[in-house]
């Protein structure tokens, strides 16, 4: 089975084939997983210069898709012609013109779409551009099967469309000795939490400090160490941390080396993000990967990361902006066994968001889009 996976964004920051591959790791988690799952994979990438690279088992196409006046570009349909997948499998949901593109250039090959944190359109006028490009998909790919609904409810998906559930990305974090990450870390607290993600409304900061300071009465070893990188909230974060329950209970870590969020997490005894909406959550997936247990808020794409960890008291979920639920949450787990929490977490990590694991869920629908 051939499959060629087409991601349609261009790099804003053009950067050379063999960075962004470095860069862009879940595009490279997906198709080398496929590719480690038996499928033949190819990629293509939308991109201002023309380029190839092979590595593990992938072929990388990097060309320009838009050949202008709304039509594909004659390179991209001559790769397409050349390639002779079975199955295209294209990254994101709104791009109507590129689907467009691949119904007149690929008309009788199964299409399968996969959602990365796509918003259903606001405006009802564009909906039927939407409904048309999505009616073209043989199935959409989502983290959590609950993802489709919005746009179900507004009439965007076809009720012959398949859903399938596969996680975005998978990590090549492992877990390291917890002592020693301390020591090259600095990360200390009895529990010490961590803090992945960006100060921003979305990831709610703000609650989670609030339920932070509410925690510490019953936790009087809590620290919170805080990993982020743009930070909008970074001044209302600050005055946050004036509430003299959280005074030297906080550190903010700002932007980390991604190579350093590994010993960071291994360190740490729990992750606890925020969020609102999330396409997956690549820090939980890291989190997990590590054996890190997660405490994070009760949305589609975190309670099927985390599957029965939360029932097997390996793993908390909280409801979104519940401040006093996230800190009932953290002292429920402080509770448990942080051994049994890590193998709990290690093995649902291997079970659902491993390589190999994705791999098997995408081949599955691959093949499932071909019968």
């Keep these: 089975m051939h499959v060629v996976q087409i991601d349609p964004f261009t790099d804003t920051l053009g950067r050379p ?55 594909p570009s ?42 990365h944190a796509a918003r259903p359109p606001g405006r009802p006028w564009t909906w039927w551009r939407w409904r048309r490009a999505l009616a073209r998909a043989r199935g959409l790919i989502f983290c959590a099967r609950e993802q489709a609904q919005p746009f179900m409810r507004r009439g965007l998906v076809d009720a012959r469309t398949r859903i399938y559930e596969v996680p975005e990305a998978s990590s090549d ?40 300071a509410l925690a510490l009465s ?31 209970r906080v550190h903010l870590l ?31 997936i890291e989190a997990m990967a590590c054996g890190l247990s997660p405490v994070v808020t009760d949305i589609p794409s975190f309670r099927s990361l985390l599957g029965p960890l939360p029932g097997q008291l390996a793993a908390g979920l909280w409801p979104v902006g519940d401040a006093p639920g996230l800190a009932d949450a953290l002292v429920g787990l402080a509770d448990q066994n942080l051994l049994l929490r890590q193998q709990r977490v290690l093995a649902r990590f291997e079970a659902h968001c491993s390589l190999a694991a994705v791999g098997r869920g995408l081949v599955s629908a691959y093949a499932d889009a071909l019968s």
């Design 254 to 284: 700002g932007r980390q080396p991604h190579r350093h969020i590994e010993q960071l997490m291994s360190a740490a005894d729990v992750l606890v993000q925020g969020s609102h909406r999330e396409g997956s959550g690549y820090s939980v």
């Design 17 to 71: 084939p063999e960075q962004l591959l470095g860069e862009w790791w879940t595009l490279v988690h997906c198709a080398r997983s496929a590719a480690d799952a038996g499928a033949r994979v190819s990629v293509v990438q939308s991109s201002s210069r023309s380029d190839h690279l092979a590595q593990h088992g992938v072929d990388y196409h990097f060309l320009p898709l838009d050949g202008g006046r709304g039509r």
């Design 173 to 212: 974090f492992r877990p390291r000795e917890r002592e020693a990450a301390r020591r090259l870390t600095g990360i200390a607290g009895d529990p010490a939490l961590l803090w992945v993600g960006h100060l921003n409304a979305n990831k709610d900061p703000l609650t989670v400090l609030d339920g932070v």
């Design 74 to 115: 004659t390179a991209f349909a001559d790769l397409l012609q050349r390639l002779r997948p079975d199955v295209l499998h294209m990254h994101g949901l709104g791009f109507t013109r590129e689907v467009h593109w691949l119904a007149q250039l690929a008309p009788r090959l199964p299409l399968l779409l996969q959602d």
């Design 218 to 248: 019953r936790l009087p070893g809590l620290q919170l160490w805080m990993c982020f990188g743009t930070a909008p909230l970074h001044d209302a974060v600050l005055e946050r941390l004036r509430d003299p329950r959280l005074a030297g």
